[in-house]
């Protein structure tokens, strides 16, 4: 669920301006799944620009309090929201831990990096959601691993219907700064994309792991 309209027109003008999001409709990306996609998401550049970063540290600490309150801890998911949820866990004074996709395979083996003591609450910082699964399997291994956690705060979702139904199936909460459409509306409207292009984008979101570029 997206915070509302005016922190994901602002989020999606942000992560536009540095280049965060592109958008290709006629040049498209490879996804690692495969699937050909008109947009490609990297969050992790937000760390290189501190105005941009500081907007996005402070309204995710913002509304998560005003949802959540407190938690005893601030959870990363690895490696995409480790900055941003270290920088949001500072700025509310909270111990900070992070979830590796899975355990190592050397060492003392941790999926989880830190101190985390059972019955702790945690809310989970995520960069970015297309299908959910990965910000899922860290919640399972905190959820494993003792911790009661609250919900998640992501930067950015792409809404697809098959990440709404893992994230309803697994009774979890998950708010975002911006999202597909807002995105979109604010690339159309600061002439950053045409009306082709934004047709293009449309039609994607539709059915993207059939689409193919015409």
Known sequence: MVLDKYTAKKT??????????????????TWASGWKSPIYCDNRIILSYPIIRNFVREEIAKHLEAIYGKPDIIAGVATGAIGIGALVADYLGLP??????????????????????????????????????????????????????????????????????????????????????????QASDSDYINEEQLGTLREWRMNPSKWKQK
């Open 96 to 185: 900070f831990i992070y979830v590796r996709p899975e355990p190592k395979s050397h060492g003392r083996q941790n999926q989880i990096e830190g101190v985390l003591e059972p019955n702790q609450t945690v809310v989970v910082i995520e960069d970015l959601i297309s299908t959910g699964q990965s910000s899922l399997n860290a919640v399972e291994a905190l959820t494993a691993a003792g911790a009661k956690v609250k919900g998640m705060l992501a930067i950015f979702t792409y809404g697809f219907d098959i990440a709404e139904e893992n994230f309803k199936k697994h009774g979890l909460e998950l708010y975002t700064l911006g999202d597909y459409e807002h995105l979109i509306e």
């Open 12 to 29: 999606a003008e942000l992560l536009l301006q540095i280049n965060a999001i592109k958008l290709k409709p006629e040049n498209p990306f």
